[in-house]
């Protein structure tokens, strides 16, 4: 059996909570997978350009950086917390039911903007939620937490594949078809088919298909559904909702809850006014603390270094995913575009299974362990890419095995960084908008690189981000130790101030 009794208990007395956190991120998944196989589509129904269109990728990561970034003012409550939950769900829903009405691009870009913000908002306060709620134990429903991204993200190309058009709006020029087509088999989850259009049929004029994916993102409205009124549920259980008040009694604060299982029946409440008073805010918050001129060198250097390590990893992601497909038709691996387009499928089935895989594993290593395990994996698969850059069966191996060790870095490092900080910093709010930050970026980046210096460059991005990532890494470790001795250094000092107190209290009662 994987887990102990302790751990399944602790599970049961939160089943209700943490059931309704990851249900919440199979909606994050849902939204963020559903863009790159609908572009043309979405291309066709705006009646826009490829540059025009490609700033609603922009539109909705940004926000989501600007979400994750002011998520966790709502953490101050569970109230708060909660609502902005439900609120965030139910908007994904209506985003979705509304996107085949988006006639015009920049009415497009919005609607995906708002969409960015409540996905954002989602991922800050899961994550803060879940940590909150089971502390030292908290890696293990972080891992399944972040495998409910991945399920969301290869359902949502499964629904939206059978309503795509293949043949295009007929109102661009030859050369734009090329690229649009491009384009999409880079982004898309699926292979599709090659088009030969020639300039002439172009020039008169392409009967227009008529597409049919607005059925897609309708059905997808209709499958999020469930998670907002899962949340309500749950605010009705907690007795948060005035006008309904519920008939079972009210549950125990989540963070009693799990600090009772580690430090007894008087501990929660003073860890509970720690968390209020400390960390777990929005990164705004964390900085207004009166209480950080106090800390230690160590301390911020925790928050900076596990952030940047999650920009260079989350940014290895986003880039792979984006550009696999090019480097894999391109010289000298020449694949067909057919073959290329199962890369990225391969790509996110492999991160889903390595988070699935990763619920035991964090069990029975520490996150230190397997961070480790995972960086030096990303290392040696990029490097033996590098080394067989010309066989193409390697890349499909090495595919699965990019997204096996990247899977499970992020839940590791936030369990990590928490259990070193002890709960008390902000490092859920900084990690978290560290790594969309990092996703942002780098597909940026890398892709402009491939660009101008060719699609061998890709691979080698990856090995240099990989290994500055490793580099930042160990100099966490190293502040870590550094954090260790000053907590350790604390401690005696607060027992020499105790016990001459104790001494003169007791020689007063002679």
């Known amino acids: 059996m994987f887990l102990d009794e302790r751990i399944l208990t602790l599970f049961k007395r939160n089943a209700h909570h943490t059931l309704t956190y990851w249900s919440v991120f199979f909606s994050f998944g849902l939204c963020i997978a559903f863009l790159g196989p609908t572009i043309l589509d979405l291309q066709c129904q705006t009646n826009s350009t490829l540059r025009q269109i490609t700033w609603v990728f922009f539109a909705q990561q940004f926000c989501l950086l600007i979400g994750s970034s002011v998520g966790g003012i709502f953490k101050r409550t569970l109230l708060t917390a909660l ?4 609120v965030s769900a139910l908007i994904i829903s209506v985003i979705f039911a509304i996107i085949p009405l988006c006639n015009n691009v920049l009415v497009l870009a919005i ?8 996905m954002g908002v989602i991922d800050t306060i899961a994550n803060i939620q879940l940590v909150t709620i089971y502390q030292k134990d908290s890696a293990v429903f972080l891992q399944a937490l972040h495998f409910f991204i991945g399920f969301g993200a290869l359902v949502s190309p499964l629904i939206v594949d059978p309503f795509l058009s293949e043949t295009g709006c007929g109102n661009h020029t030859g050369n734009e078809t090329e690229v649009i087509h491009h384009f999409r088999s880079m982004l898309r989850n699926s292979p599709i088919i090659e088009h030969s259009i020639p300039l002439s049929n172009l020039s008169h004029g392409v009967e227009k298909e008529e597409s049919s994916v607005h059925y897609a993102f309708w059905i997808m409205a209709l499958i999020n559904l469930p998670v907002p009124i899962a949340v309500l549920y749950l605010m009705y259980r907690e007795q948060l909702i005035p006008c309904c008040p519920s008939g079972t009694p009210r549950l125990l604060d989540k963070d009693e809850l799990a600090m009772e299982s580690q430090q007894g029946a008087e501990g929660p409440a003073v860890e509970q006014n720690e968390h209020e008073a400390g960390g777990h805010g929005s990164i705004f918050s964390c900085c207004q603390n009166d209480n950080l001129r106090e800390l230690p060198l160590s301390f911020f250097m925790i928050h900076i270094l596990g952030g940047m390590v999650l920009f260079m990893t989350d940014g290895i992601v986003g880039a792979y995913a984006g550009f696999v497909y090019t480097y894999a038709v391109a010289p000298p691996m020449s694949l067909p575009h057919k073959t290329a387009g199962y890369l990225a499928s391969i790509f ?4 889903t299974a390595g988070r699935l895989l990763s619920i035991p594993l964090s069990y029975r290593f520490q996150p230190v362990k397997l961070l480790i395990f995972n960086l030096a994996g990303a290392i040696v698969t990029v490097l033996m890419l590098l080394i067989f850059y010309t066989n193409s069966i390697f890349l499909f191996v090495g595919t699965c095995l990019c997204g096996l060790f990247l899977s499970s870095i992020f839940p590791c490092m936030l369990a990590y960084t928490e259990d070193i900080l002890d709960y008390q910093g902000c490092a859920t709010s900084v990690l978290v908008t560290s790594a969309g930050m990092g996703e942002m970026v780098m597909q940026v980046l890398v892709g402009s690189i491939i660009q101008t210096e060719g699609s061998y460059s890709f691979l080698l991005c990856g090995m240099i981000i990989a290994c500055i990532g490793f580099i930042l890494f160990i100099g966490l470790l190293l502040f870590h130790r ?16 105790e016990e ?5 209290n007791g020689s007063s009662s002679l």
Do not use: C, D
Not at 348 to 351: E, L, N, P, R
Not at 500 to 504: R, V
């Open 111 to 118: 609607a995906m903007a708002v969409s960015g913000l409540a």
């Open 500 to 504: 001459p107190a104790t001494e003169q």
């Open 83 to 86: 609502a902005a939950l439900f």
């Open 348 to 351: 996110w089935a492999a991160i």
């Open 482 to 497: 550094m954090h260790r001795n000053y907590l350790t250094g604390t401690s005696k000092k607060s027992a020499m101030v």
